[in-house]
């Protein structure tokens, strides 16, 4: 099987589990943790901020980072194909009060006049008050996407203008600076909160780090344990991801161009679909739904995600090769061919 699901499905390579064999460990509910205490400072200076918090998944650092900036009642305004908004079970909603307004773009790409259209600080009595807004760079659903740098410049401006505040679900922001060469502080800097995963195309097992100023992680430290996120000798799992920092950035623009040989093959046999920027693909299934196009790429050794109903994902990883993945591309082809 040619596993293109999603880079979650990475496993730990033999160096980064003796890196966690290694490490040293404490009660982090005590904040006792050396190696996540590392972790912690070494992110928040990467992405130019005061301080971080490592969480078990990404959706909790999204949840953690939201409500640093919204009040129950209050609205989120982001992307229609959000992860915040399509994959985290409405746990904003559910678990902190939080209400969403979606704006809808091409390939998830922000654009900051819809945002100003949608922006409501001080509504009043009435209507729902704005006192976040999120993007999410790459974008997963709109296929990888790169957010342009202007446009994340000027929803910085815009929030900073209206006191709102703005969450970069940037779960896969490694893969933004890799393709752009944009420091991941520059991007990081435009943000009050940012949320970073290491379980994705980094290949750790668990992991996401949130930033923001220290008074907000002290804040998000309390909401974590409220929710049953605190951990204790979580220090293994940080070391992984540490690992992860120091060893597996780079390569993702293998996965890259790897993204790049599966849609060449699909392009090549006529299929229209956008060459990627980073390692998602989102490809239009046509005539077939995609839960059919799903199942018979399964059948000829190709796993692929349904991600809208007649739209699937291909996601390159460490664990693929580029060859692997043009074959992917060709069997696809076959099937949409
Ligand atoms: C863009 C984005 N944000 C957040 C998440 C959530 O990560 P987790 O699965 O660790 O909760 C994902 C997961 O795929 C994602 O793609």
Redesign the pocket.
């Known amino acids: 099987m040619i596993d293109l699901r999603?880079d979650?499905v990475t496993v730990p390579t033999a160096a980064m589990r003796a890196a966690m064999a290694e490490a040293e460990v404490g009660d982090d509910v005590y904040a006792e943790d050396p190696t996540i205490a590392v972790l912690e400072g070494r992110v928040a200076g990467l992405l130019g901020h005061e301080a971080g918090l490592f969480c078990a998944?990404?959706?909790?650092a999204?949840v953690l980072g939201v409500a640093q900036h919204v009040r129950p009642g209050q609205e989120v305004l982001c992307d229609s194909g959000a992860?915040?908004a399509r994959?985290?079970m409405g746990a904003h909603g559910a678990l902190t009060g939080v209400t969403m307004r979606t704006w809808v773009s091409p390939d998830g790409r922000v654009d900051p006049a819809c945002v100003e259209a949608l922006l409501s600080p001080d509504a009043g009595p009435y209507l729902v008050s704005t006192a976040c807004v999120e993007v999410?760079n790459t974008?997963?659903f709109g296929g990888g996407t790169v957010q342009p740098l202007d446009a994340l410049g000027a929803v910085s401006t815009l929030c900073r203008d209206a006191g709102v505040g703005l969450h970069l679900?940037g779960?896969?922001l490694w893969n933004a600076q890799v393709a752009t060469g944009i420091g991941l502080d520059t991007y990081g800097r435009l943000f009050d909160t940012v949320?970073v995963?290491f379980?994705?195309g980094l290949g750790a097992p668990v992991g996401?780090v949130l930033v923001g100023s220290a008074e907000q992680m002290a804040s998000a430290r309390i909401l974590r344990k409220r929710l049953g996120g605190g951990w204790r000798q979580a220090g293994l799992l940080a070391a992984a991801c540490l690992y992860a920092l120091d060893h597996h950035v780079a390569s993702l623009a293998e996965d890259h161009a790897a993204a790049r040989a599966f849609t060449a093959e699909l392009t090549a046999s006529g299929i229209d679909v956008a060459t990627p920027e980073t390692n998602i693909v989102v490809v239009p299934t046509g005539a077939l739904t995609s839960g059919e196009v799903v199942a018979r790429a399964s059948e000829g050794g190709v796993r692929l995600s349904a991600v809208g109903a007649r739209l699937v994902r291909a996601v390159t990883h460490r664990d693929v090769s580029l060859d692997q993945c043009a074959d992917a591309g060709r069997i696809l082809a076959g099937i949409l061919g």
């Open positions: 999603s979650t998944t990404g959706s909790l999204n992860h915040i994959a985290e999410e974008h997963n679900d779960a896969r949320s995963c379980s994705k996401s």
